[in-house]
């Protein structure tokens, strides 16, 4: 959205006090001292009042709660609906107070993509975190160990027997059980061990441990969840999900507890259960980004209406001496990607410039101003919200809360 760029915004928005008191009073600038430490300070004691977007620092990242809740309760709907479960993926968010909210509208659990973003969850209380990226190596291993020490509901996947043995062997020396699930192939090479009979034989082997326990099936297709159009969507998941269902049926026929088949996504939140998941991993769903606005609806075929934008990256214009085109503050460390969206201006071009500049183009159309406020629509979640601190939780204008994101940036490295 842009937000008009008034005299009255500009006085209460963008100047620190010195600077105002230095600045020429006929503006009236002195008049509206901002002081930024207060709105901080202010954030620190969790009082929100008296805060609005025109305060905040840019680039931030503002969530409408409206839209946000709306998305949540879709999908809980969407579950009740069709009996399945969801097992929300936090590598979009990263934040536990998203998390707590999604357990709070029925998820059973939480997808982590790294073991960082387990250790968050699982520290901070969440139940039935499902680690999705196999742990290899001592490092991870042992991590995995760990958490499933603390918590007998933390789960973790295998795509390799000599995962399986590692995680046997320290399970033995942590005397626990933990609960392994197999992750097979399904259309993205990164990962995933190979469906029919070497899938069966890797979940008897999970089976066969004194000291782990054989959770069920993985099969995550992200080539599927981008297919644009439904029905092309619906065909890609069958033949990409199709063979991992067929071997969670392998493994029932062989006897083994197959409690849960687990994948899915956004994309394919209501394709998925007809391919024979029984379990969603979702998460974009909650925020939505560019790529997903435009993969296609099952009733509009231009358009992926199901879930609301909710998400926005705020940026303030830094310069403006060109016709048709202004300079944001937004660049390559903002995470900026051309197929960025200008919410409210589908006709404006995003353009990359550098570290801390990005330019935004249109052909006609109204002027944006220097100093004005504009607001975009991110490419893509994992990446975007993994270079900002905090979510500015908004109700219009207002900011109503401050979530923050505390399975960012620096968790990655450790
Ligand atoms: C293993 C796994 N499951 C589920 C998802 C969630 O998909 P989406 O955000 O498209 O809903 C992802 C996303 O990359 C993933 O890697």
């Known amino acids: 959205m842009i937000a008009r760029m008034t005299r009255r915004n500009f006085f209460a928005s963008t100047l620190s006090a010195p600077l105002a008191l230095a600045a020429n009073n006929t503006t009236g600038l002195a008049k509206r001292p901002f002081r930024y430490a207060e709105i901080e300070a202010k954030i620190a004691k969790r009082d929100f009042t008296g805060i609005f977007k025109e305060d905040l ?20 709907d969407h579950c009740k609906t069709t009996g399945m479960t969801i097992r929300a993926h936090c590598k979009i968010h990263k934040s536990v107070d998203v998390a707590k909210r999604q357990i709070g509208l029925g998820a059973v ?37 760990t958490l499933a020490a603390k918590d007998t509901t ?131 769903y909650i925020f939505m980004d560019t790529l997903y606005m435009n993969i296609g609806g099952k009733k509009d075929a231009l358009k992926y209406g199901d879930f609301l934008p909710s998400l926005s990256v705020m940026t303030t214009v830094i ?12 660049g390559n460390k903002a995470m900026l990607k051309p197929t960025d969206q200008v919410k409210g201006r589908p006709d404006v071009v995003v353009e990359n410039q550098g570290a801390e500049y990005g330019i935004l183009k249109w052909k006609d159309g109204e002027e944006l101003k220097l100093g004005q406020r504009v607001e975009l629509y991110c490419s893509n979640l994992d990446t975007s ?18 979530w923050p994101i505390m399975g960012r940036a620096g968790a990655v490295q450790r």
């Not at 310069?319 to 937004?330: E, F, L, M, P, R």
Request: glycine share 10%; with cysteine.
């Open 57 to 76: 620092p840019t680039p931030s990242m503002v969530l409408d709660k409206a839209m946000f809740d709306t998305n949540l309760k879709r999908m809980s």
């Open 385 to 402: 919200t993994n270079v900002y601190d905090r979510y500015y939780v908004t109700d219009g204008e207002r900011v109503v809360d401050v």
């Open 109 to 145: 659990g939480i997808c982590c993509a790294t073991i960082a973003e387990s250790e968050l969850m699982v520290g901070a209380g969440i139940k039935n975190v499902l680690y999705t990226c196999q742990p290899a190596g001592k490092n991870k291993i042992w991590r995995g160990i």
């Open 319 to 330: 310069s403006k001496n060109h016709a048709n085109q202004v300079t944001i503050d937004c």
């Open 154 to 284: 933390f789960r973790m996947v295998a795509d390799d027997p000599m995962t399986v043995e590692l995680l046997d062997e320290a399970a033995s020396v942590a005397k626990i059980k933990p609960i392994v699930l197999i992750d097979l192939y399904s259309g993205l090479t990164r990962a995933g061990h190979a469906t029919g009979e070497p899938g069966l034989r890797l979940a008897k082997l999970i089976d066969s441990k004194k000291n782990l326990r054989f959770g069920g099936v993985m099969g995550y297709s992200g080539s599927a969840s981008h297919t644009k159009g439904f029905e092309k969507r619906r065909e890609k998941s069958r033949l990409d999900v199709g063979p991992v269902v067929e071997t969670a049926n392998l493994c029932r026929t062989a006897g083994l507890n197959v409690e849960v088949v687990t994948g899915g996504s956004t994309g394919t939140y209501n394709i998925d259960k007809e391919i024979g998941l029984t379990e969603l991993q979702a998460g974009s």
